[in-house]
């Protein structure tokens, strides 16, 4: 018997909320943060490696996997969950990131996006209508609307004229999107740093009426001050019953500031990534494994934290894999880094239920941005 | 209370020997393989991941080690099993033959052998001496005598002399070793393909005794034909009551081989290596997963195997994670040959203990060569 899809909003610490999120895949609490797994693999390690990382949904991308391994490998599996061996929630994003990122010669129009696959160059239309049909195929959780993402920074007329191709892509994708139990699909806030348009734009999405909000178009460059504002004005705005997604977003203290401002849900490439060229994440800030003075460092990166990446090595054994170049030392920086963001989402669900949120951001943003100039 | 190194001859069957060797950190099941962890990491994996695959026992590279941390580093720790946090037994080569294939102006004498590192041109001198204070160091539960490797082939006045000059640093190894409970240190049977120089050699050791023999100078290019005739006549020489280890071996029919040769020991890089470019060990021969036909192909490796990489993940997700360059394919790969390799040591212990071993390595490599070409 699946769950339905379903939000309960436990409570709230001012604007920060805690809540129940379910899905055919299983419940995930938030604020959550959700590992890239771009190709069906969060990089270098196992699902079950995910899990020990206290991680409850992952990210895939629908743009890399339409191109490999592509839909009909996917169909066979009946998924991505049994194509990865994943049993908990997938979200897959729309592509349209990745296409106007990572695609040659991609260009938009009001029917779709033309663009040449990074591969092998073979040319694909995406509509919002096609866009859907491969993530209903991908069975995912969460699916999201095609939307277009406009470059920073962007004019007025132009944020304007995205928004509306977003909004009338979002329309479309709703239509065309087939509702199955357990299942939901998030419309995506656009307009840029203009609050007439995140207004508009927030409007119009809600008559369409979707099972969540995302708020995208943000941590393109604006940096966190912008980003903060756009934050402000638009989860005012949003339904309290809905939950609401932060695109691509971001560092710890951008986290725990717009938990502050009320999102329940993120993802980035940031702990994986930055996992695999030596960057560990702890409550003190970000430190380079590789560097000199962590060649005889015998602490480990975080004694509290419950997996071994991040209480059993040592500083000085990272320190050595990754001056060897060894495989292991991405690896253990990627189950530490999502284990640190995990215990920081962990730390912010406590903190809401009890009414501290205003303490425990304090506390950790003076701790994690002390030594960061 | 630590165990005395001691080995334990529990039944043979024809010249097959079921074993278990009893060291510092624990007991070995013989005949064994030893996963390679050159610097101080079975590359991509983790010491739990290692113990999933029932390995009992790793190889770590002296020359690698001595290089990167570098002695002081490890020293700091108390050895490798605590730098490495795995706790189980640790072998570790002395250095001859990855002086000679990796260093650069490699020169040997009859002091010693003096080298550039191939790392940052440091010039470095080892002696008997100093590979084994490295060894001691190290605080492994098996350290192996310094020796020359000659290139293959050899003539056989080189191969005399060579054989001689490490037969002299067997005994200088066997002198500076420090002795401790729990350890032990391992002479090399040298002396090419030439059979009197092979008697002379294992003689020349035993004089000086030594808690396990291994033979050297194999699957240097002379080929499995050579390799076997070379073990038939030196294998008969060695003292029955001594764990007997055939240095860099090798592929599954050559171990197979060797077992029925009286082989206790392997190790090889085999495995790990090339399940980092795509090759994985089967029943029925090595396949290249990398090949479109497993691209559809929802089948696991090996349905029998105790570990998720083998029977779990399918072949066309595998296939798709080398298609995209992905780290978790080689992290599967790696995890799923070394499963391999031990299932088919179990199953020759097995065999020997129910004096079947005739039966099954026939039957094995009917199966496992009948697709090699």
Same mark, same amino acid.
């Given at each position: ?5 379903? *939000?309960?909003?436990?409570? %709230? ?6 809540? &129940? @999120? #379910?899905? $055919?895949? +299983? ?49 066979? *599996?009946?998924?991505?969950? %049994? ?6 929630? &997938? @979200? #897959?994003? $729309?592509? +349209? ?64 004229? #995205? ?211």
């Amino acid at each position: 018997m699946k769950n339905n899809f379903d *939000f309960k909003l436990l409570t %709230n610490d001012n604007e920060s909320r805690l809540g &129940i @999120l #379910s899905t $055919s895949n +299983g419940l995930i609490n938030t604020p959550t943060f959700m590992p890239v797994g771009t190709s069906a693999t969060v990089k270098g390690i196992m699902p079950e490696q995910i899990i020990a990382t206290n991680s409850e949904i992952i990210l895939c991308n629908t743009y890399h996997l339409m191109l490999r391994p592509g839909i009909d490998i996917i169909k066979i *599996f009946g998924g991505i969950n %049994n194509f990865m061996k994943w049993k908990k929630p &997938i @979200l #897959s994003d $729309s592509g +349209g990131f990745q296409v106007m990122s990572l695609a040659s010669l991609a260009k938009s129009s009001d029917e779709g996006i033309k663009f040449k696959s990074h591969i092998d160059g073979k040319k694909i239309f995406m509509s919002p209508e096609s866009c859907m049909d491969l993530q209903v195929t991908f069975d995912v959780d969460i699916a999201m609307v095609l939307d277009e993402c406009l470059p920073f920074p962007a004019d007025y007329k132009s944020a304007q004229k #995205s928004m509306l191709r977003s909004m009338s892509w979002a329309e479309r994708s709703k239509k065309s999107w087939f509702k199955r139990q357990g299942k939901g699909l998030f419309g995506i806030v656009q307009g840029g740093i203009y609050e007439d348009l995140r207004i508009n734009s927030v409007d119009m999405l809600q008559n369409i009426n979707f099972d969540g909000y995302a708020i995208g178009g943000l941590a393109v460059g604006e940096g966190q001050e912008e980003m903060l504002k756009v934050l402000d004005y638009t989860t005012k705005l949003l339904p309290i019953d809905k939950p609401r997604y932060l695109m691509g977003v971001g560092k710890p203290d951008d986290i725990v500031k717009a938990v502050l401002k009320g999102i329940d849900m993120f993802d980035c490439v940031l702990p994986t990534r930055s996992g695999r060229t030596g960057q560990a994440f702890t409550r003190n800030g970000p430190i380079n494994i590789r560097n000199a003075c962590f060649a005889r460092d015998t602490s480990p990166l975080d004694e509290y934290l419950p997996n071994s990446a991040s209480n059993n090595f040592s500083k000085a054994y990272l320190h050595h894999l990754f001056k060897s170049k060894e495989i292991l030392g991405a690896v253990l920086l990627t189950i530490h880094n999502i284990s640190f963001y995990q215990w920081l989402m962990q730390s912010m669900r406590d903190a809401i239920k009890n009414k501290k949120m205003a303490e425990f951001s304090s506390n950790f943003l003076e701790m994690y941005t002390s030594t960061i100039k």
